[in-house]
């Protein structure tokens, strides 16, 4: 029904709700068969200006992959393997440790040395040296957990990824950037109108939005490197919902130059512009196949919105959701295999999962009004935003809906949720 349509099209200009504060997490919800871990404090740490055992205990609980196991009451703190009585860790009912240590160098910098041992078979399972100076005391942290993480799942740890949203407060819209737990918030754009729509670009190099600061949506892409930015499509009419293609070099527009919102496809720099969908529908909120072969989008040409699938060259879309009169978003896992989206159950609107493979469907949340899911890029994590007494909050589930989080800045209206990708090492 396009009234519905125009519903989440209001929902998305009225990113409600600046925030002077970080996001601060709430875990909710604990999953299922959590790896006992014990973080003990690293020798030396008390040199640093924070803890980097705090953040990286707080960083694999926040996974919900782990379960942090009482670390205190050991004298000295051990910072070789052959110093760790393993007997005693398996008393614990401890899996995993973490020792390390910290000195400061000659040139001011420090050195922080850890070891991840298996506690049953008493073995290493690695460890790695870095450097860092004050400042990177937290995005050393992260880079630690991530290790633990991969090596304890098999899988990369998001620890050290960035999340985008929008912050609104009274007149004021910021578009933020932070670290994925929510700490070292910057303001990437201010404005006095509405921010929308941000997607991160392959690399992490640039994200995509919406502003209205000409009263009007128009498209930019915005660099994080330089702070420049250039307009990608400011044509007649609407310019929305803008998708990077997997490898950087196109995006995906709703655009409504030519009567209707329909699906266009561009270069990156906003050239060659080619209209990909025709019909008298409306035609909105692409989103790439992780091959950079599909488009994913929501439309209502057949009588309620639904998501359909269409070739990324062009061609004849094939509707994807059939379960229930209201479906929009779509949004792919990294691996391409499970498709979130937002759908209206009883008057709720709320966070669904589709396996691709056999269609099966899965309600994750129990709120409101959910919107704007993003895929943690392991796939692990499903960033959204909600709302909660009346304002916008950030919220997090695992992909099966065990783990639960909230992210809120007090006094302020926070959404539009884009989680950033892997960072090159």
Known sequence: MRRALQILAAWLLAVSGIAQAQLTIEITGGGANQI???????????ALPSSLTDVIEADLARSGRFRAQYAGGVDPLPTEPAQINFADWKSRNTDALVIGQVARLADGRFEARFHLLDVPKQASLGGVVFTFTQAQVRATAHRIADFVYEKLTGERGV????????VKQGPRYELQIADADGQGAQVALASREPIIS??????????????????KPVVYVHSLTTGQRHVVANFRGSNSAPAWSPDGRQLAAVLSREGGSQLFVMNADGSNVRRLTTSSAIDTEPFFSPDGRTIYFTSDRG???????????????????????YNVTPRLSPDGKTLAFVTRREGRFQLAVM???????????????DESPSFAPNGRMILYATELGGRGVLSATSSDGRVKQRLTVKAADVREPAWGPFLAN
């Open 198 to 215: 941000p997607m991160w670009s392959p690399d992490g190099s640039r994200l995509a939005y919406v502003s209205f600061e000409s009263k």
């Open 36 to 46: 006992p871990v014990a973080v003990l404090a690293f020798a030396g740490e008390n």
């Open 303 to 325: 009588g309620s919105p639904q998501i359909y699938q269409i070739p990324a060259s062009g061609g004849e879309p094939s509707r994807i959701t059939f379960d229930g009169g």
């Open 355 to 369: 396996d691709l493979a056999n269609r099966q469907m899965q309600v994750l949340t129990d709120t409101q009004r």
């Open 159 to 166: 620890a050290s990824t960035r999340i985008a949203y929008v």
